[in-house]
């Protein structure tokens, strides 16, 4: 079978038709920005090449939308043929990412892609079941799936199912949306803008007749004249009379098919409102999916002037619109108490002019002062070092629990001068340098100082490499050009480290961070989903 559909693959990247689909297509969509997405065509083409039992069931009036990745992409796939259509989206680079326990219903799962192509995210919602009903819950189970399957036929790209099927499923779906008694005193008893055009598509486009023939055949337990009170109930200025009767009757007739009791279902609905209020209340967002893989940590590292930041705030924009994703700045870690305590001290001794104020190592080694600036210097790259691990340690649990973490610069052992141990640098060349000769200068044989470098290492010790670690890399020359904020010789001497490393012989991936930001994100967003 991997055979049979990697050779599929290469018959859709060079069969005639791609093209020409794409070109029918392009002229039929009403929006030029709704262009087919390649991805989707290749998905759709693999479909049709390896026979794979599937509609897309619903929402079929915008499929531009859905092709173009601006919706979903909601398929109903053919359980004798879960293994073969999940290899094909695996072939494809998609990625299965998991729900929150709310959302999560046996029969329906969620896969992302990234089509490199358009710079878009393909979300493929697919039902092996018919399970539908209020978003909080997904209630009722549609035994269907089989005849829903075979009224397909091939649309443009999609199979899509007959509307008098499509039809008769909506009414049930949107009734027991938004005709249930909560729904109405809780506001949301009329359809959404796109479940009206949804309505008036399927209207326009159905046979009744033949609906309700459908109807009595499927459902034989329902009335039709109760399937065209739901319709009415439906329409816009239907009174509240009309839609809180039909909704509790339709209920009471499906009962036998719903995965809970009525009452465990209002319960499980306003729970989940409430916990959903209270997430938007105090963490800004609900949770989001995770990976099916799991979590995982990537570290952005590079000189000055490399667009670190830039390709961190890039991958995080991109990746936390699905996914539970945090970016972490471990160069400038948050303080931890301890570092408030030590450093608010310290602070104190700068104010009296004891020694000047922090700076970085170069200009420290050419400060003039009172007293030696070095154990002030040992003690705050100590504290540094401590609330990097603490820092770590915080994303590496987040990691564990399944979401992406990304680290805007990272300690490597091949990296001296940015993010890792310092102390015992700093007291080599200040023994070397002027500051021998004042008061309290740190030496090697200091046992104060021994404790301070063993400590910091200590720390660094425990921070292990992320899975994914991806080097920017800029010839000096440009990095001095790009920072004209910073010392020039400081920066000319990191990005020199980092430009001389011979990175091949590292799990690092290296990108030529001296292209255009747009070729440099493609490229690390191509590579970083290939990861996941």
């Known amino acids: ?33 709704h262009l087919p997405l390649p991805l989707v065509m290749k998905l759709c083409q693999l479909l049709t090449i390896e026979k794979i039992v599937y509609c897309h069931w619903k929402s079929n009036n915008a499929l531009d939308r859905s092709a173009s990745g601006e919706n979903d992409l909601d398929l109903l796939v053919s359980r004798t043929d879960i293994s073969r259509f999940t290899e094909i989206l695996s072939r494809l680079g998609f990625k299965r990412a998991i729900g929150t326990a709310e959302k999560n219903v046996v029969g329906i799962t969620d896969y992302y892609g990234y089509d490199a192509v358009a710079d878009k995210m393909v979300h493929v919602h697919v039902h092996y079941q018919l399970v539908v009903g209020h978003d909080m819950t997904k209630n009722l189970r549609l035994a269907i799936e089989e005849p829903y399957l075979k009224s397909a036929v091939q649309g443009n790209m999609f199979n899509v199912p007959a509307p008098e099927f499509e039809f008769l499923v909506f009414v049930i779906r949107m009734a027991l949306k938004h005709l249930t008694w909560d729904a109405i005193f809780g506001g949301t008893a009329k359809l959404k803008y796109s479940e009206q055009k949804e309505l008036e598509y399927l209207q326009t486009h159905t046979n009744l007749d033949r609906m309700m023939d459908y109807s009595k055949e499927l459902f034989p337990f329902m009335k039709v004249e ?22 509790q009757e339709l209920q009471a007739v499906l009962q036998a098919r719903l995965r809970h009791g009525l009452m465990i279902d209002l319960i499980m609905k306003i729970w989940r409102r409430i916990s959903l209020a209270i997430r938007w209340r105090f963490f800004g967002a609900p949770s989001k999916r995770r990976l099916e893989g799991g979590g995982i940590m990537i570290a952005i590292i590079g000189g000055d002037g490399a667009g670190k930041s830039t390709a961190v705030n890039e991958l995080y924009h991109w990746l936390s619109k699905n996914f539970e994703t945090t970016k972490v700045h471990m160069g400038i870690p948050a303080w931890s108490w301890t570092t408030i305590i030590i450093r608010s001290t310290l602070k104190i001794g700068q104010i009296m002019g004891l020694y000047p104020v922090e700076s970085s190592m170069l200009e420290t080694l050419q400060q ?65 340098g002027e500051h021998k000769k004042q008061f309290m200068t740190p030496r090697q044989s200091n046992r104060l100082v021994q404790a301070l470098i063993k400590l910091e290492q200590s720390y660094y010790n425990r921070i292990v490499a992320p899975e994914i670690l991806v080097v920017l890399r800029v010839a000096p020359e440009i990095a001095v050009q790009r920072k004209t904020n910073e010392n020039p010789l400081e920066v000319r001497a990191r990005s020199q480290e980092i430009w001389s490393i011979d990175w091949q012989q590292s799990p690092a991936y290296v990108i030529n961070s001296a292209q255009s930001k747009s070729d440099m994100v493609s490229q690390l967003k191509s590579f970083v989903w290939s990861k996941l």
Request: charged share 25%.
């Open 368 to 432: 003039k002062s009172l007293l030696s600036p070095g154990f002030p210097w040992l003690i705050r790259e100590v504290c540094r070092a401590h609330d990097r691990y603490w820092t770590y340690v915080r994303a590496q649990r987040f990691s564990a629990e399944g979401a992406i973490v990304i680290f805007d610069r990272f300690p490597v052992s091949q990296i001296q001068l940015m993010d890792g141990p310092q102390t015992e640098r700093f007291v080599s060349q200040l023994e070397d």
């Open 226 to 247: 109760l399937l065209d009170r739901c319709i009415q109930a439906l329409q816009p200025g239907a009174s509240i009379r009309l839609r809180l009767k039909t909704g």
């Open 1 to 33: 079978m991997k055979h049979t559909i990697s050779s599929s693959i290469q018959l859709v990247e060079d069969h005639p038709i791609a093209s020409d689909n794409s070109d029918e297509l392009a002229q039929k969509s009403s929006d030029a920005q």
